[in-house]
Protein backbone atom coordinates (compact mmCIF):
# COMPACT_ATOMS: atom_id res chain seq x y z
CA UNK A 1 0.00 0.00 0.00
CA UNK A 2 1.31 3.67 -0.66
CA UNK A 3 0.42 7.05 0.87
CA UNK A 4 0.77 10.26 -1.28
CA UNK A 5 2.54 12.39 1.47
CA UNK A 6 1.67 15.27 -0.76
CA UNK A 7 -1.33 15.87 -3.09
CA UNK A 8 -3.44 19.34 -3.43
CA UNK A 9 -6.82 17.36 -5.03
CA UNK A 10 -9.03 20.77 -3.72
CA UNK A 11 -7.19 22.64 -6.31
CA UNK A 12 -9.68 24.36 -9.19
CA UNK A 13 -7.58 21.92 -11.66
CA UNK A 14 -9.88 19.01 -10.81
CA UNK A 15 -12.96 20.57 -10.56
CA UNK A 16 -14.11 20.45 -14.36
CA UNK A 17 -16.00 17.49 -15.42
CA UNK A 18 -13.33 15.81 -17.04
CA UNK A 19 -9.74 15.75 -17.72
CA UNK A 20 -6.28 14.58 -18.48
CA UNK A 21 -4.14 12.62 -15.80
CA UNK A 22 -1.50 10.93 -15.73
CA UNK A 23 -1.52 6.92 -15.11
CA UNK A 24 1.32 4.25 -14.78
CA UNK A 25 0.47 0.94 -15.42
CA UNK A 26 3.12 -2.07 -16.69
CA UNK A 27 5.63 0.34 -16.30
CA UNK A 28 4.58 2.84 -18.73
CA UNK A 29 3.04 6.74 -18.18
CA UNK A 30 -0.13 6.67 -20.20
CA UNK A 31 -3.14 8.89 -20.23
CA UNK A 32 -6.40 8.61 -18.64
CA UNK A 33 -9.47 10.96 -18.43
CA UNK A 34 -12.31 11.65 -15.86
CA UNK A 35 -13.67 13.96 -12.83
CA UNK A 36 -11.92 14.03 -9.43
CA UNK A 37 -14.49 11.76 -8.28
CA UNK A 38 -13.17 8.64 -11.15
CA UNK A 39 -9.43 9.66 -10.21
CA UNK A 40 -9.60 9.14 -6.38
CA UNK A 41 -11.83 5.85 -7.51
CA UNK A 42 -9.41 4.59 -9.37
CA UNK A 43 -6.59 5.33 -6.94
CA UNK A 44 -8.22 3.56 -4.35
CA UNK A 45 -8.24 0.52 -6.30
CA UNK A 46 -4.54 0.81 -7.05
CA UNK A 47 -3.47 0.66 -3.96
CA UNK A 48 -2.96 4.33 -3.10
CA UNK A 49 -4.31 3.88 0.49
CA UNK A 50 -4.24 7.34 1.84
CA UNK A 51 -3.14 10.80 0.69
CA UNK A 52 -2.21 14.17 2.65
CA UNK A 53 -3.12 17.67 1.33
CA UNK A 54 -1.21 20.63 2.38
CA UNK A 55 -2.35 24.34 1.57
CA UNK A 56 -1.08 25.82 -1.29
CA UNK A 57 -2.39 29.09 0.42
CA UNK A 58 -4.21 30.58 3.45
CA UNK A 59 -7.27 31.53 0.91
CA UNK A 60 -7.55 28.00 -0.25
CA UNK A 61 -7.75 26.97 3.13
CA UNK A 62 -12.21 27.63 2.68
CA UNK A 63 -12.01 25.14 -0.41
CA UNK A 64 -9.93 22.41 1.45
CA UNK A 65 -12.18 22.33 4.10
CA UNK A 66 -15.45 21.97 1.89
CA UNK A 67 -13.80 19.00 0.06
CA UNK A 68 -13.15 17.40 3.61
CA UNK A 69 -16.20 15.92 4.25
CA UNK A 70 -16.80 14.18 1.22
CA UNK A 71 -13.14 12.57 1.09
CA UNK A 72 -12.60 12.01 5.00
CA UNK A 73 -10.42 9.82 5.80
CA UNK A 74 -9.03 9.00 2.40
CA UNK A 75 -7.47 12.74 2.35
CA UNK A 76 -6.03 14.18 5.69
CA UNK A 77 -5.19 17.93 5.65
CA UNK A 78 -2.16 20.09 6.68
CA UNK A 79 -3.16 23.77 6.78
CA UNK A 80 -1.07 26.38 6.28
CA UNK A 81 0.82 29.30 4.62
CA UNK A 82 2.96 29.46 2.01
CA UNK A 83 5.81 30.38 1.29
CA UNK A 84 4.97 31.88 -1.89
CA UNK A 85 1.86 33.00 -0.72
CA UNK A 86 3.17 35.16 2.40
CA UNK A 87 3.54 38.05 1.01
CA UNK A 88 -0.16 38.65 -0.20
CA UNK A 89 -1.36 37.51 3.03
CA UNK A 90 -2.35 40.05 5.69
CA UNK A 91 -0.44 39.10 8.67
CA UNK A 92 -3.53 39.37 10.73
CA UNK A 93 -4.88 36.50 8.88
CA UNK A 94 -2.43 34.07 11.56
CA UNK A 95 -5.54 34.36 14.16
CA UNK A 96 -7.90 32.54 11.44
CA UNK A 97 -5.28 30.53 10.34
CA UNK A 98 -4.35 29.21 14.58
CA UNK A 99 -8.73 29.29 14.51
CA UNK A 100 -8.62 26.70 11.37
CA UNK A 101 -5.90 24.29 12.86
CA UNK A 102 -7.77 24.72 16.48
CA UNK A 103 -11.08 23.97 15.03
CA UNK A 104 -10.59 20.79 12.29
CA UNK A 105 -9.14 17.43 12.00
CA UNK A 106 -5.19 18.22 11.06
CA UNK A 107 -2.51 16.03 10.29
CA UNK A 108 0.30 18.34 9.91
CA UNK A 109 1.35 22.48 9.56
CA UNK A 110 1.97 23.36 5.97
CA UNK A 111 2.92 23.93 3.55
CA UNK A 112 5.35 26.41 5.03
CA UNK A 113 9.02 27.12 4.87
CA UNK A 114 10.92 29.51 2.67
CA UNK A 115 10.93 30.04 -1.17
CA UNK A 116 14.10 32.55 -2.35
CA UNK A 117 13.39 31.63 -6.04
CA UNK A 118 10.08 33.22 -6.23
CA UNK A 119 10.06 36.64 -8.41
CA UNK A 120 10.91 39.56 -6.36
CA UNK A 121 6.59 40.43 -6.01
CA UNK A 122 6.00 37.57 -4.29
CA UNK A 123 9.35 36.96 -2.58
CA UNK A 124 9.32 38.77 0.44
CA UNK A 125 12.17 37.62 2.52
CA UNK A 126 11.31 39.00 6.08
CA UNK A 127 7.45 37.75 5.83
CA UNK A 128 8.71 34.39 4.78
CA UNK A 129 10.28 34.19 7.75
CA UNK A 130 8.08 35.80 10.00
CA UNK A 131 5.12 33.54 8.98
CA UNK A 132 7.68 30.14 9.22
CA UNK A 133 8.57 31.02 12.56
CA UNK A 134 4.42 31.50 13.43
CA UNK A 135 3.24 28.22 11.69
CA UNK A 136 6.32 26.40 13.49
CA UNK A 137 5.12 27.49 17.09
CA UNK A 138 1.26 27.08 16.53
CA UNK A 139 2.72 23.04 15.12
CA UNK A 140 4.28 22.97 18.73
CA UNK A 141 1.06 24.03 20.29
CA UNK A 142 -0.76 21.34 18.21
CA UNK A 143 2.17 19.15 18.68
CA UNK A 144 2.15 18.73 14.98
CA UNK A 145 4.88 17.82 11.89
CA UNK A 146 5.58 20.61 9.47
CA UNK A 147 5.46 19.74 5.24
CA UNK A 148 8.21 21.96 5.11
CA UNK A 149 9.00 24.09 1.45
CA UNK A 150 12.00 24.93 0.88
CA UNK A 151 13.37 26.02 -2.56
CA UNK A 152 17.18 28.22 -2.74
CA UNK A 153 16.49 28.71 0.99
CA UNK A 154 18.41 25.50 2.43
CA UNK A 155 20.26 27.52 4.95
CA UNK A 156 18.03 29.90 6.00
CA UNK A 157 15.22 27.37 6.69
CA UNK A 158 18.18 24.89 8.54
CA UNK A 159 18.79 27.61 10.91
CA UNK A 160 15.28 28.78 11.69
CA UNK A 161 14.56 24.95 12.22
CA UNK A 162 18.20 24.68 14.57
CA UNK A 163 16.89 27.55 16.80
CA UNK A 164 13.43 26.41 17.32
CA UNK A 165 14.73 23.23 17.60
CA UNK A 166 12.82 22.41 20.86
CA UNK A 167 9.21 23.22 19.06
CA UNK A 168 10.07 20.52 16.28
CA UNK A 169 7.58 17.55 15.75
CA UNK A 170 9.14 16.23 12.74
CA UNK A 171 7.78 16.44 9.56
CA UNK A 172 8.99 16.24 6.16
CA UNK A 173 11.17 18.48 3.98
CA UNK A 174 8.91 17.96 0.55
CA UNK A 175 10.01 17.93 -2.96
CA UNK A 176 13.68 17.68 -1.51
CA UNK A 177 15.88 18.61 -4.56
CA UNK A 178 19.53 19.02 -2.47
CA UNK A 179 22.81 16.85 -1.55
CA UNK A 180 22.79 14.07 0.87
CA UNK A 181 24.77 16.68 3.41
CA UNK A 182 21.74 18.82 3.09
CA UNK A 183 19.30 15.98 3.48
CA UNK A 184 20.52 14.81 6.46
CA UNK A 185 20.96 18.23 8.42
CA UNK A 186 17.04 18.01 7.87
CA UNK A 187 17.38 14.24 8.59
CA UNK A 188 19.19 15.25 12.08
CA UNK A 189 16.45 18.18 12.88
CA UNK A 190 13.66 14.69 12.95
CA UNK A 191 12.49 15.43 9.16
CA UNK A 192 12.03 12.60 6.46
CA UNK A 193 12.94 13.43 3.03
CA UNK A 194 9.85 13.87 0.41
CA UNK A 195 10.63 12.11 -2.95
CA UNK A 196 8.59 12.51 -5.75
CA UNK A 197 8.74 12.60 -9.25
CA UNK A 198 12.13 15.09 -9.68
CA UNK A 199 13.74 11.42 -9.25
CA UNK A 200 12.85 10.48 -12.63
CA UNK A 201 13.47 13.55 -14.23
CA UNK A 202 16.96 13.61 -16.43
CA UNK A 203 17.48 17.56 -16.00
CA UNK A 204 16.44 19.56 -13.14
CA UNK A 205 18.37 18.55 -10.33
CA UNK A 206 16.93 14.63 -11.13
CA UNK A 207 20.65 13.14 -11.13
CA UNK A 208 21.93 14.78 -7.83
CA UNK A 209 18.37 13.33 -6.00
CA UNK A 210 19.16 9.80 -7.54
CA UNK A 211 22.65 10.20 -5.54
CA UNK A 212 21.08 11.71 -2.44
CA UNK A 213 18.75 8.60 -2.33
CA UNK A 214 21.33 5.98 -2.86
CA UNK A 215 23.02 7.01 0.20
CA UNK A 216 19.91 8.07 2.32
CA UNK A 217 18.34 5.73 4.70
CA UNK A 218 15.21 4.22 3.77
CA UNK A 219 13.14 4.68 6.89
CA UNK A 220 14.13 8.42 5.81
CA UNK A 221 11.91 8.85 2.99
CA UNK A 222 8.31 9.46 2.44
CA UNK A 223 6.72 9.21 -1.23
CA UNK A 224 4.80 12.18 -2.85
CA UNK A 225 3.67 13.55 -6.36
CA UNK A 226 2.46 17.49 -5.38
CA UNK A 227 0.02 16.12 -7.78
CA UNK A 228 -1.49 18.41 -9.76
CA UNK A 229 2.25 19.44 -10.00
CA UNK A 230 6.23 17.94 -10.74
CA UNK A 231 5.20 15.69 -13.71
CA UNK A 232 7.58 13.10 -14.58
CA UNK A 233 8.95 12.78 -17.87
CA UNK A 234 6.52 12.32 -20.33
CA UNK A 235 6.38 9.94 -23.93
CA UNK A 236 6.68 11.88 -26.72
CA UNK A 237 2.95 10.67 -27.23
CA UNK A 238 1.49 13.76 -24.98
CA UNK A 239 4.24 15.64 -25.20
CA UNK A 240 2.82 19.04 -27.07
CA UNK A 241 2.90 22.01 -25.35
CA UNK A 242 -0.57 22.59 -25.49
CA UNK A 243 -1.44 18.98 -24.01
CA UNK A 244 0.91 19.14 -21.03
CA UNK A 245 -0.50 22.54 -19.75
CA UNK A 246 -3.62 20.83 -19.61
CA UNK A 247 -2.55 17.74 -18.06
CA UNK A 248 -2.63 17.06 -14.44
CA UNK A 249 -0.18 15.01 -12.30
CA UNK A 250 -1.55 11.96 -10.01
CA UNK A 251 -0.88 9.91 -7.19
CA UNK A 252 -1.32 6.69 -9.76
CA UNK A 253 2.60 7.18 -10.88
CA UNK A 254 3.81 6.81 -7.62
CA UNK A 255 4.41 3.18 -7.80
CA UNK A 256 7.26 4.44 -10.98
CA UNK A 257 8.78 6.61 -8.42
CA UNK A 258 8.93 3.52 -5.64
CA UNK A 259 10.13 1.50 -8.16
CA UNK A 260 13.27 3.49 -8.71
CA UNK A 261 13.75 4.42 -5.05
CA UNK A 262 14.34 0.03 -5.64
CA UNK A 263 16.60 0.28 -8.30
CA UNK A 264 19.01 3.16 -6.74
CA UNK A 265 18.95 1.06 -3.07
CA UNK A 266 19.25 -2.16 -4.49
CA UNK A 267 16.16 -3.77 -2.33
CA UNK A 268 13.19 -5.14 -4.17
CA UNK A 269 9.56 -2.87 -4.66
CA UNK A 270 7.68 -4.62 -2.51
CA UNK A 271 10.04 -4.02 0.95
CA UNK A 272 10.54 -0.40 -0.35
CA UNK A 273 6.69 0.56 -0.76
CA UNK A 274 5.97 -1.40 2.67
CA UNK A 275 9.15 0.51 4.32
CA UNK A 276 7.77 3.85 2.70
CA UNK A 277 3.98 3.95 4.17
CA UNK A 278 5.57 2.68 7.41
CA UNK A 279 7.47 5.96 7.53
CA UNK A 280 4.77 8.09 6.35
CA UNK A 281 2.18 6.93 9.12
CA UNK A 282 5.12 7.35 11.77
CA UNK A 283 5.30 11.11 10.61
CA UNK A 284 2.13 12.22 10.47
CA UNK A 285 1.11 9.79 13.98
CA UNK A 286 -1.13 8.09 11.57
CA UNK A 287 -2.93 4.47 12.09
CA UNK A 288 -2.95 1.96 9.37
ZN1 LIG B 1 2.70 21.34 -2.85
Not at 124 to 133: E, P, S, T, V
Request: glycine share 6%.
Amino acid sequence: MIIDSHVHYSLRSYDAEAFPYLDYANGTLTLAHGDRAALLQSMKARGIALCIEPSTGFDRIEAQLALAPEYYPYIRLALGVHPKRCAATPWSSRKQLRRYVLENDVVAIGETGLDYHLPPAQCHRFRQKMWFCYQLRLAHERKLPLILHVREADDDALRILTRYRRLLHGGVAHCFGGNTRCAQAYINLGFAIGIGARLLQESNGGELLRQTVRELPLHAMLAETDAPYVLPPLPALFCSASKRKKLRNSSLILPAVIERIALLKGESTAAVEQALYENTLRVFHLHA
